[in-house]
């Protein structure tokens, strides 16, 4: 199982976005983690198309597309012209998920599926075996450092049990309250890939991402 870092960038000085991104991914980040939200699923609004644009030209790591808004079946292809590589919608927010699921998969792109804490996994029975990975909300979402919740833990056990039961090497992303501390304990919970927004960018960047993978690795 490879295990990734994709720090969340909504936990970044705006101000200096191209270098904060740059110092993440320079200090071994996998990944980078990309917020955005429309102020209507989640109460914050965030950033779009033309930071994502901007940014594609600063560093090729993968770019993790979260998608926290209403519809987002109206929004793939531009955001895969903007440069994402895996896109992920909310299983709450596409009244057709399996429809938007097809959208990002002909648009070329890896696609995920989010779930809000308080949905249960069964709303991904029929949909499991299409998507490249699933992202377990650890904080309601809309802000970053908020504390993790810790009955997700159970979360995603079931989770991992339920895609090796279907012969599935799923994904498993974890995103809210993911630091230093509590990563091991989030990987032997059975997730592989972890978001980590203000303990990869409050403070020195290169050396909180380098703590992270650190304890992501041991
Ligand atoms: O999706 C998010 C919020 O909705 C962010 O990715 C998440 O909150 C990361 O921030 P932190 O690691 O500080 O909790």
Redesign the pocket.
């Given at each position: 199982m490879e295990y990734i870092l994709s720090p969340?960038i909504?936990?970044a000085d705006f101000a200096r976005l191209g270098e904060d991104v740059k110092k993440a991914a320079d200090a071994g980040a996998q990944w980078i983690?990309i917020?955005v939200?429309d102020g209507a699923f989640?109460p914050n609004i965030s950033l779009g198309f033309p930071v994502i644009k901007s940014l594609r030209k600063e560093t090729d790591k993968v770019f993790d597309v979260?998608l926290?808004i209403e519809e987002p079946g109206r929004y793939i292809e531009e955001f895969v012209e903007s440069g994402a590589d895996l896109i992920t919608l909310h299983a709450e927010s596409a009244k057709h998920l399996h429809r938007a699921i097809q959208q990002v998969k002909a648009a070329g792109c890896k696609v995920g599926v989010s779930l809000n804490p308080a949905t249960p996994l069964c709303a991904l029975e029929h949909i499991l075996d299409e998507i490249d990975m699933v992202l377990i909300?650890t904080?309601n979402?809309?802000?970053?450092?908020?504390a993790y919740i810790d009955a997700m833990d159970q979360k995603i056990r079931n989770l991992r049990k339920m895609a090796d039961e279907r012969g599935l090497d799923l994904d498993i992303e974890v995103?809210?309250?993911?630091t230093a501390d509590n990563i091991g304990h989030i990987k032997e919970c059975g997730a592989n890939i972890f978001?980590?927004?203000?303990?990869?960018f409050n403070g020195d960047i290169e050396a909180n991402v380098k703590k992270l993978l650190k304890a992501m690795e041991e």
């Open positions: 969340s909504l936990s983690h917020d939200m989640v979260h926290m909300m904080v979402p809309g802000y970053g450092g908020q995103d809210g309250g993911v978001v980590a927004g203000s303990a990869a």
